[in-house]
């Protein structure tokens, strides 16, 4: 099994920062991807960013580009979700999650393994 943490949620104004990391323990090896989620109130989870443990190949919703990035390190298996010039709309449940493969990495299904959220709260 495989269990994810996250942590670094908050409330933040309109062009604040945050980071968010996401903690991975037990089999890691079950989770060749990471990927950061999130879901506000009344919508549907939408894909925010991925990464691979081992070539670090990274993927980003072409929304956040510019704005959000995404890391790991390998050593302490902790994802990072940094997070710029924050927006109202930004405002959700952020989930970390770990799949077995690197196909189709944007969508939820295929993420075998889910964190509980970290709440992100940006105020205008």
Known sequence: Q???????????????????SCVVSGRTSSSVVMGWFRQAPGKEREFVAAISWSSGYTSIAESLKGRFTISRDNAKT???LQMNSLKPEDTAVYYCAGRPNIVGITTTR???????????????
């Open 78 to 80: 902790t994802v990072y």
């Open 2 to 20: 495989v269990q994810l943490v996250e942590s670094g949620g908050g409330l933040v104004q309109a062009g604040g920062s945050l980071r968010l």
């Open 110 to 124: 295929g993420y075998n393994y889910w964190g509980q959220g970290t709440q992100v709260t940006v105020s205008s």
